[in-house]
């Protein structure tokens, strides 16, 4: 089953917006990592966040993780249509099981 | 750095035949991991190895799987005999480490007749 669950399943936004998409999980975990996938590419990994990290920022990407909510929130700003692909967010088991699920993914267009 | 290498990028085979799935990582890279992606059942890990060793195969789905890795620069996925619903695409990634980010492959796409 997955441990991770994105949220919502789909995002539509017009470019310059923001995008908020959250990542639940169940388990204790070692890190959580978001990926992003274009249609048709393999992933890519956008950010690793460490569980006793609470934020994490490269460019435009600001991730957030609350081991207390088990939860975690990849925020794209100021979008642009390049960013249109499915984001995934990836949990290990914690402690020493180190096999990552992969939720379902949240689909994001950004209009032009 | 030419990043993940798989091959085939595309197969088609018939019921019962043998796939071989190849995959190069990341020179250096010690840990490499197989996946399975559908649209039923998104993205699944099927095993991974660290140092060529396989750590964990228990999302290999049925014996009909195997995997190898004979040496740090080469892994290969084998379904033997192949069926319908083994129809996905495959990716392999490699790390540096069990715990840090994966690079992925470009995937290699599998339709069984």
């Known amino acids: 089953s997955q441990q991770g669950e994105e949220d919502p399943q789909a995002l539509s936004i017009q470019e310059g917006e923001n995008a908020t998409m959250n990542c639940s999980y169940k388990?204790?975990?070692?890190?959580l990592q978001w990926y992003r996938q274009n249609s048709g590419r393999g992933l890519v990994h956008l950010i690793l966040i460490r569980s006793n990290e609470r934020e994490k920022h490269s460019g435009r990407l600001r991730v957030t993780l609350d081991t207390s909510k088990k939860s975690s929130s990849l925020l794209i700003t100021a979008s642009r249509a390049a960013d249109t692909a499915s984001y995934f967010c990836a949990t290990d088991g914690g402690s020493n099981d180190y096999k990552l699920s992969f939720g379902a993914g949240t689909t994001v267009t950004v209009r032009a | 750095d030419a990043g993940v290498i798989q091959s085939p990028r595309h197969e088609v085979t018939e019921m019962g035949q043998e796939v071989t799935l190849r995959c190069k990582p990341i020179?250096?890279?010690?840990?490499l991991f197989w996946y399975r992606q559908t649209m039923m059942r998104g993205l699944e890990l099927l095993i991974y190895f660290n140092n060529n060793v396989p750590i964990d195969d228990s999302g290999m789905p049925e014996d009909r799987f195997s995997a190898k890795m004979p040496n740090a620069s080469f892994s290969t996925l084998k379904i033997q005999p192949s069926e319908p619903r083994d129809s996905a695409v495959y990716f392999c990634?490699?790390?540096?480490?069990?715990?840090?980010?994966?690079?992925f492959g470009p995937g290699t796409r599998l339709t069984v007749l």
């Open positions: 990634a490699s790390s540096l480490g069990l715990v840090n980010e994966q690079f």
């Open positions: 388990t204790s975990i070692n890190n």
């Open positions: 020179s250096g890279h010690n840990s």
